[in-house]
Each structure stands twice: as structure tokens, then as C-alpha cells.
């Protein structure tokens, strides 16, 4: 599937204009222009951007990795359990954020 300058950004998430950088810079692998506008492939549903030589690694629509679920058992509660007649709860889940 192809796609214009345009559309190339907004898969990207960045401007037109830096679009229209990487392309005279010849960074968008199998990128041609058809007349006066680029004709731009996908792969994988965005464009195939090479990397630069300088300055720190692009991050174009960068997928977010899935928040930590964490499951805590508290060994200290599990021992008052054993002297007590109602248990307290031993486990604790916490979901999202950092670890």
C-alpha cells in the first residue's frame, strides 16, 4: 500500500515538513516522487524510515509497554493468620505504573 507526504506524517505522528526532510534526505526506503508529490510504501502499516548518522534514535509512534501487574504476599500477615480467628487478606494486586 502507498501513501502521500501528508498521510505519511499523521501515521507518524510528526509534520509534514520533517516528512518532506526525510525524503529529500532519502531516509524513507522504496520512496519515489510522481511528478510534483512522493508516493511513500508501507510496511507493517507505517513508512520504513532509515536511521540517521547523528543525534539520538527516532521514535516514531513508539508503542508504550504494557503497564506491571504486580502480586504481593505479605509472609508477615500469613503468620499473624495463624494466631488469629479471622484471617486478614494475604495478597495485594497492584496494577499499572512502574515497578
Same mark, same amino acid.
Given at each position: 500500500m502507498f501513501v502521500g507526504s501528508a498521510q505519511a506524517a499523521q501515521l507518524m505522528g @510528526?509534520? #509534514?515538513? /520533517?516528512?518532506? !526532510?526525510?525524503?529529500? $534526505?532519502?531516509?524513507? !526506503?522504496g520512496a519515489f516522487k510522481a511528478g510534483r508529490s512522493w508516493i511513500i510504501p508501507l510496511v507493517d502499516g507505517m513508512p520504513k524510515v532509515s536511521e540517521g548518522t547523528r543525534g539520538p534514535k527516532a521514535r516514531w509512534r513508539r508503542k /508504550?509497554?504494557?503497564? #506491571?501487574?504486580? @502480586?504481593h504476599v505479605n509472609q508477615q500477615t500469613i503468620r499473624q493468620n495463624q494466631k488469629q480467628e479471622k484471617p486478614a487478606p494475604v495478597i495485594? #494486586?497492584? /496494577? $499499572? $505504573?512502574s515497578c
Open positions: @510528526i509534520s #509534514v515538513r /520533517r516528512i518532506c !526532510q526525510l525524503l529529500k $534526505g532519502g531516509r524513507i !526506503q /508504550r509497554p504494557a503497564p #506491571v501487574t504486580i @502480586i495485594s #494486586v497492584k /496494577r $499499572g $505504573g
